[in-house]
């Protein structure tokens, strides 16, 4: 079955620094490839998505890359701020299953 | 999150007793997800529904049941059979086999 690995399992950037978060998947069957933003006491929000036709995409501070023939995908945020600070998850799905597989995710926290 | 409803928001009971966890939502989606979140780990599926009446295993089904009467609810019962029931459950919905929205969860403390 599909794993997803996640790196790193913490991150402490200064504000206004980028930061990137990558991960790793093993299906190469796998072709949809969201992100979740989970805040302290909240569910995971879905911030963003690429699927496997595309090589990146952007939204405002936030984009992700993909790189199918290395099974690398990762989720770039730009000029970081307080408010990004929180939990993010990657994750993989194909098409040979039909249920998303979670990476173990990553505790961003930007410093003031 | 807004049109998913998840409740109680803390949830405490003793070991041995059977337990439901709410999830009620009005966005009209078909799909419906349970995920399990231990500290420090990913989401685990439990159980999945795509459709009304009809409803799935997933990776840590064991020690869970629920049901999908209607389209707009998806209770989670966490019986005695679950060895390690304290956990936040994350109640969501989606389509696809992905899930698009989550609740906020609920925490489960059972001593």
């Known amino acids: 079955g599909e794993n997803v690995e996640q790196h790193p399992s913490t991150l402490s950037v200064q504000e206004g620094d980028s930061a990137v978060i990558k991960c790793t998947y093993s299906d190469s069957a796998s072709n949809y490839f969201p992100w979740y933003k989970q805040e302290l006491g909240k569910g995971p929000q879905l911030i963003i998505d690429?699927?496997?036709?595309?090589g990146e995409k952007k939204d405002q501070r936030i984009a992700v890359t993909l790189n199918k023939t290395a099974k690398h995908f990762s989720l770039h945020i730009t000029e970081t701020q307080p408010e990004d600070s929180a939990v993010y998850f990657c994750a993989a799905k194909g098409t040979s299953y039909d249920k998303v597989i979670f990476g173990p995710g990553t505790s961003l926290s930007v410093i003031p | 999150d807004g049109g998913i409803t998840q409740s109680p928001k803390y949830l405490f009971r003793k070991e041995g007793q059977n337990v439901t966890l709410s999830c009620e939502q009005n966005?009209?989606?078909?799909?419906m997800y349970w995920y399990r979140q231990d500290p420090g780990q990913g989401l685990r599926l439990i159980y999945y529904?795509?459709?009304?009446?009809?409803?799935q295993k997933g990776d840590i089904a064991e020690g869970y049941s629920v049901s999908r009467e209607k389209k707009e609810s998806f209770p989670l019962t966490v019986t005695s059979a679950q060895k390690n029931p304290t956990a936040f459950y994350l109640c969501a919905i989606g389509t696809g086999g992905s899930p698009l929205h989550f609740g906020n969860g609920t925490r489960l403390t059972v001593t």
């Open positions: 529904s795509q459709i009304v009446n009809d409803f």
């Open positions: 966005l009209n989606h078909d799909a």
């Open positions: 690429i699927r496997s036709n595309v």
